[in-house]
Structures are given as C-alpha cells and as structure tokens.
C-alpha cells in the first residue's frame, strides 16, 4: 500500500513570492494534516483538512492557507514568503472513525523549503 | 494548554547498549493519545506506537518497549541492544480531544547510536 506522498521534494524561492506543496493521503483516508518543522521551533501543527473542509488551524498567519479536493488530496499555499518560512513541511493523513477519538496520523516524507 | 516535555536533546550510546527515551506529558483532559514518532536523516516521520490515556499497559515489540505511567505523566521509549540503524531523532507527541486531532510534539532526542 502505498504511503503519503509530498511534492515537490524541494522548492527554492525567493521572499514575497508564493509557494504551493502538494500532498496524496493513503488510500481510503480522508484527513489531511500539515506541520511545519522549522530549524530550532521543532514540529508545529498548521491546518487539518477532512471531507474537504478545514477543521482546525495552529497559530500561523492567514498568508498559510490551503484545500483539500474531492478525491482528498491537499494543497498548501504561502503567501508573501518571508525568510523564517524556510522549513519542512510535513503532511500526514488518517482516517476518521466518529466517535473513536484521535486516529493515527501517517507522514510523508516532507517538502523542504527554502526561501532565499 | 497541552505540552510535551523530551528533557534529553542528544544521547549518544555505543552498539548493544540498552538506551531510554524520556517523555513527559502535560495535560488536564482526561482522554488523550501519546505517540512515539522516529525521523531518520531522509526527514519522514515513522509512527512507532499509539496508547490511549485508559490503557496502561506496557508495551514490546521486538527490541523497542514502551512504559505509560500516569501517575508520572510519562511515556517512555527503551530501545534494547541498539542498532546502528537506530540512529535518529526521537519525537514523543500528545492529542487530546475527538475534535481537535492536532499533534503537540515534543522537541525531540536526537539518537546516535555508535558502532
């Protein structure tokens, strides 16, 4: 079965343009989590997305935002880069069973990126 | 507010030796989830195991335990005979809540094993 996958493997930009990471679930999960894993800040969670909705976001600026389409898949589009972005980004999925509590979480091998 | 506490950054042992991760966990609810993550130099997190906060039971797999003590707030990894291929960072994390399925790492330990 094949696991997350995260591309592109690396992105290199410049400050104020945008990047956009993309993310595959499992098959037959149907939530899609980002973390953000910055040198000395250490693995900090972003936004879940599940049946194509948000559901949670940690405290980052509105310029991190992102979507889930239809066949579950993620995006996750920063805005104005500013030099701290430079990271890796994380994205895990899981499915939900309702009423059955925390699943979980299984990760991609991330996207780095860096910005110059 | 949730917190994990991994008090070891770096731990450096010698192959074959017995080696112990700590974990200490913050939290008021009542139900929550501990898990223990590896991250090789490639950078993917590789789940370990899951406990739920009512299942204090300890845990083996092969080389790697785990022992889940509430009354301390603990959730600690021992890796027995450490391999080479054990070399990596270590991340203990906390969720809490149905609804929030967010994960509060911990900083992590940094693991070398050494031939």
């Known amino acids: 079965e094949a696991g997350v996958t995260q591309s592109p493997t690396h992105l290199i930009k410049t400050r104020g343009q945008q990047a956009t990471l993309r993310c595959s679930p499992i098959?037959?999960?149907?939530?899609v989590y980002w973390y953000q894993q910055a040198l000395g800040l250490g693995l900090q969670f972003l936004l879940w997305y599940d049946e194509g909705e948000e559901r949670n976001r940690g405290n980052f600026p509105p310029r991190f935002s992102g979507r889930q389409f239809p066949n579950y898949s993620s995006e996750l589009n920063v805005n104005a880069l500013e030099l701290e972005d430079s990271a890796l980004y994380l994205c895990?999925?899981?499915?939900?069973?309702?009423?059955?509590?925390?699943?979980?979480?299984?990760f991609g091998p991330g996207t780095r990126l860096l910005v110059l | 507010a949730q917190k994990v506490t991994q008090a070891q950054t770096e731990i450096s042992v010698v192959e074959k030796e017995d080696v112990t991760l700590d974990c200490v966990y913050e939290t008021r609810d009542t139900t929550y989830y501990l898990f223990w993550y590896k991250q090789p130099p490639s950078g993917e997190l590789v789940f370990l195991i899951r406990?739920?906060?009512?299942?204090?039971q300890n845990e083996i797999s092969g080389r790697y335990s785990w022992n889940f003590q509430k009354s301390t707030s603990s959730f600690n990894f021992t890796i027995t005979a450490s391999q080479v291929v054990d070399s990596a960072v270590y991340f203990c994390?906390?969720?809490?809540?149905?609804?929030?399925?967010?994960?509060?790492f911990g900083q992590g330990t940094r693991l070398t094993i050494n031939p």
């Open positions: 098959s037959g999960h149907t939530s």
């Open positions: 994390a906390l969720s809490i809540q149905q609804g929030a399925q967010k994960l509060v």
């Open positions: 895990a999925s899981s499915f939900i069973r309702r009423l059955a509590g925390q699943e979980t979480q299984y």
């Open positions: 406990r739920n906060s009512f299942d204090e």
